[in-house]
């Protein structure tokens, strides 16, 4: 490829120094470093084309290439350098990043995945999924009028998993010990680790060791969620009170799922 410069021929693999060119720049085979500005567009033509950006400071490298129909960017390609990031910037600031465990990181909040393009239902009010979340929780017993004087718990153990607005808790709930001191209310289970919108949801529970009635049905409702119980006769379903609560080793157990919508 030749390439004149004020008067100046280049050979193959020139290497530019400042070249300022107008229109189109058509290149075969690879060009070496050096300082480029272009204006108009530039074609790179190979059996593999290929931008590299050397970092002569690391010793390592980054480029974009097309194969067999493929594009493929790369980073760091011999991982000389640990965590290396791929970032891309709009209006001057970061908007989305691959990091080094290979994770896709958006960088605002409220920002995510958009799928408007897709139909909607008629009640649709967002397609944008902005919010993935997993981890523990620490369930507790307590009420909703005057508290427990303390529990003691054997195991407290809770999990869950939030998809945009929907959070699914589950828990392992067992105390050893209860002083009730002058207790009163309802019992609920506290420490949920987002607030329910509404009180429309349900969730099973499995119990055992309770010395009152037993709870079937747990329903969460802003911060906390209300244990419910069956009655045989009736068939009607009430809170389940302070008094339903034994006071010794490995009782009041309950297992549970529960799915509602964060507010």
Known sequence: MTIKQQGGVFG????????????ELSVSGEVASGTNRISGDLFVNDSTPTIRLTDTDVSYFSQVRQVSGTMIIENDTANLVSNSLIVFRIDGAEAVKIDGNKNLVIANAGSGIDFSATSQASGSTSELFDDYEEGTWTPTYTTDGTDFGSVTY????????????????????RTDAITVGSASGNVV??????SASNSRNAGSVIPSAFIGDHPIMIQASGSTAYLYYQASASGTTSLLQVAD???GANDNTIVFTVTYQAS
Do not use: E
């Open 245 to 247: 609560l034994n006071t």
């Open 12 to 23: 193959r693999n020139p290497t530019f120094n400042d070249v300022a060119i107008g229109g």
């Open 189 to 194: 289970v506290g420490g949920l680790p987002f």
């Open 154 to 173: 054997d195991t407290q153990d809770g999990h869950y998993t939030k998809i945009g607005n929907v959070v699914v808790l589950r828990a392992y709930l």
